[in-house]
């Protein structure tokens, strides 16, 4: 495994998400030194480390090792549970809308 380009897409994935380090790092419960250690190819990944990582950034592990997989499998895992909350209320609003041009 080359460690700086599996560093090179945490951290493009982190930024494409606006993530900062320190939110990554809350998010997949690790140190922001150590989000900072792994984007630099400084330190290698855990199978653990690895399945906290992608968790955190709703990517396949097969992507974040190798490349290849898909980058984005599920866009709405991508969401904060505030943002899934307000995505709801849309939903809400879109139905009803469609109800009232239905009758």
Known sequence: ?????????????????????????EKAEISSKFVYEIEMGKKGLSAESVSKITQALSTSSDYLLTGEGEKNPREFETL???????????????REFLKMKTT
């Open 80 to 94: 904060s549970p505030r943002e899934k909350k307000q995505l709801e209320r849309v939903v809400r609003v879109v």
């Open 1 to 25: 495994m080359n460690h700086v380009e599996i560093g090179q897409r945490i951290q493009e994935i982190r930024k494409e998400r606006n993530m900062t380090r320190e939110d990554l790092a």
